[in-house]
Structure formats: structure tokens, C-alpha cells
């Protein structure tokens, strides 16, 4: 350990647990009412394997990886924890299920501080048959749901705070792109949504943002957004950021009203990002070449990557249209507590390490 670094007590220090408690007993009451919510629109609520022949194939997500012994100890099969239920949902829309709900404990590496914690708690629900402007509608009501819970009107983070009970800012990708950090950014996609990196390049040059000569067109993208256009979203209400070009929305269909983007949206409130929702993309062979795109950008940049689920593939054959969405239980709670750090909302948190 960093001598620098001084020694916190754990969190199971009485006087730490003591400082902690209402946050937690805020989770659990936040919960209770979401389950309401839930059960009063007809999901049923579902419990998904956490171990996965395939974590994700998202490039920038990592994933916590063992291995599955015979009787004899010998090994027989990679297996990861799962980084969504996401797999195992769509699986059970195949299997006929309506709407389904999972509150899923996931799992990430590389990920830790304030907002970022190695497990932590999503909570995914599917709509069959709808659009994916329900899911907007649902996450509106959830918000909404979490300030009346805890009796507070307003939703805040660091000394920053947003209203859940206003009617949200949506607005395009694009849009914010242009407003926030004056890019064109769909100058630079094509109508069967591949990507020029040169001209994204000649633009955020322009800007006079730096960056790197091997970082692609998702590389620029991604810095835009965290740099330029994140830190104005879900100020006083809450942003609903929608349609993503395709290239950056791996599961989601494209739009009926411009191919170059996608049916994916995310929610902020208090510059967080709370919530992710796709119109569900069910071609097995389109995913099946978004998938290998990922998982070789993930080979070029991290020198891994992961196998495809099979199953899920041939489970998209038959799965109906739907939309669905993942929202970060834990960071919702932070925002309705006003806990500063995703540690304090989770009852029993990860060990520390790396330090």
C-alpha cells in the first residue's frame, strides 16, 4: 500500500455502517416502490444465471473470467460473469415471455471510483411488441418514483441537481453534438452507417481537442462526448440523449427515420448517466457482424477478446420485436439519497484493491 495513501476504515466499521445506514435503507425502500411499478405494468420479474459463456462483446467492456472443472478437475470450459443479463433476457423474449424484469447483480473490470464499483446492480426490463419510446416513458415514471420516495424534489450529485418530476430535454446525438461542440457529426456517416474517420478527425481538430494518430472514428466520438457534450446533460431536468449513429449502438436496430443512426438512447440526470435503451435488434446475422467488429476492435486495442454466445445468436432468430433498457440501480440511488460515492448505496461492497 501507497504510505501516502491514508488507511479508511472498512465499510463494516459500526461508525462507518452507521454513517452509510440511511443511504441503504433508502435503496431498499427505492426498490421496493421500482418492483411496484413494475409488477402494476404487468413485467414479470426474472433471476438470470450470472455465469455466461460470453460476458458481452461491447469492446470497451471487461469482464471477470474463470473456468468450469469436470468432477476430475480437468478443465472444460471458459466462463465469464456477466457484464448485463442482457443475453439471458433476449433468451427468455424468444421463449415467449411478454415482459420481463431483472434487477441482475453485473459485474465489470477495470471499473472503480466514485460512480464505478467491480459489481453493482442493474436493472434491465423488455417490452415486446413496443417501441422504445415506452422505455422513455418508464424511466421518466422510475425517476419520478425515486423523488417520491425519498420525499425530495429534486435529484442531486456534487452539488448539482436535476428535477424528476419536469418533463426531460430530448435531444438527437447529433444535435448535442453540434450544439455542445459545433460538429457535424453525421457529415461523417454514411447511409449504411459505416464512418469516415478523417473528416470526424479534421473536425475535432478544428475544435482544437487533442488526440492520439492511431484513435478511430469510435475513439473521437467517445472523447467529443465525455469532453464536450456530457458535462451539459441533465441540468434542472433530466436529458434523454437519443439516436446514436449504428456504429455506436451494437444491439439496437437502425432508425426507420435515418439508417445512419440507431434506436438507442441514454438518460442523464445530474450529469450521470443513469439508464441505456435500444429498439432490440433481431437480425442474427447483422448482430453476428456487429459483434465480430467489436470484439476485433477489442483484440486491436486490448489484445483480447471474447467468444460469441451461440445460443443467443439462434435465439434471435425467433425473438420477437421488443425494446429494452439497463439502468444503474445503484447510481439512481446515489442521485435520490444524495450519496457522493456508489460504495455508500451498496450494502456489502467489493474489498478494496489496487491501491
Not at 41 to 65: C, I, K, R, W, Y
Not at 104 to 115: D, I, K, Q, T
Not at 217 to 222: G, I, K, M, R, V
Request: aromatic content about 10%; glycine content about 8%; charged content about 25%.
Amino acid at each position: 500500500m501507497n504510505p501516502s495513501i491514508a488507511k479508511v476504515s472498512p465499510w463494516w466499521t459500526p461508525s462507518v455502517h452507521l454513517d452509510r445506514r440511511p443511504f441503504l435503507i433508502g435503496r431498499n425502500a427505492i426498490q421496493s416502490a421500482l418492483r411496484g411499478y413494475l409488477l402494476s405494468e404487468g413485467f414479470m420479474e426474472v433471476d438470470t444465471a450470472t455465469l455466461q459463456v460470453s460476458p458481452g462483446n461491447e469492446a470497451h467492456l471487461h469482464a471477470f473470467a474463470t473456468e468450469a472443472l469436470t468432477t476430475d478437475g480437468q478443465t472444460a470450459a471458459p466462463l465469464y460473469l456477466h457484464t448485463s443479463p442482457e443475453f439471458a433476457c433476449k433468451k427468455l423474449l424468444s421463449a415467449g415471455e411478454q415482459r420481463i424484469a431483472c434487477f441482475a447483480h453485473v459485474y465489470r473490470n477495470r471499473e472503480r471510483g466514485p460512480l464505478h464499483h467491480p459489481e453493482f446492480t442493474m436493472l434491465e426490463w423488455y417490452r415486446v411488441g413496443e417501441g422504445y419510446e415506452s422505455l422513455m416513458l418508464d424511466c421518466i415514471r422510475i425517476l419520478a418514483l425515486a423523488g417520491e420516495t425519498m420525499k425530495t424534489a429534486r435529484l442531486t450529485y456534487k452539488g448539482r441537481d436535476c428535477d424528476p418530476f419536469a418533463a426531460p430535454d430530448r435531444i438527437s446525438v447529433a444535435a448535442a453534438f453540434e450544439r455542445y461542440a459545433g460538429i457535424d457529426l453525421l457529415a461523417s456517416v454514411s447511409v449504411d452507417g459505416a464512418t469516415d474517420r478523417a473528416h470526424l478527425a479534421n473536425q475535432v481538430k478544428r475544435i482544437g481537442m487533442r488526440f492520439a494518430d492511431d484513435d478511430g472514428w469510435a475513439d473521437l466520438f467517445s472523447r467529443v462526448l465525455v469532453e464536450r457534450v456530457e458535462p451539459h446533460l441533465g441540468f434542472g431536468r433530466v436529458t434523454i440523449l437519443d439516436e446514436y449513429p449504428v456504429s455506436e449502438a451494437a444491439l439496437a436496430r437502425p432508425s426507420a427515420r435515418d439508417p445512419r443512426v440507431a434506436e438507442r438512447f441514454e438518460v442523464y440526470a445530474c450529469g450521470v448517466e443513469l439508464a441505456n435503451g435500444f429498439g432490440e435488434l433481431t437480425n442474427p446475422a447483422e448482430q453476428r457482424r456487429r459483434f465480430e467488429i467489436e470484439m476485433s476492435e477489442k483484440a486491436r486495442i486490448y489484445g483480447e477478446s471474447y467468444p460469441l454466445d451461440e445460443d443467443f445468436l439462434d435465439a434471435l432468430a425467433i425473438m420477437p420485436e421488443a425494446s429494452g433498457i439497463a439502468l444503474g440501480f445503484d447510481r439512481l440511488v446515489m442521485l435520490a439519497t444524495g450519496a457522493s460515492r456508489i460504495d455508500q448505496v451498496i450494502w456489502a461492497p467489493v474489498a478494496e484493491y489496487g491501491r
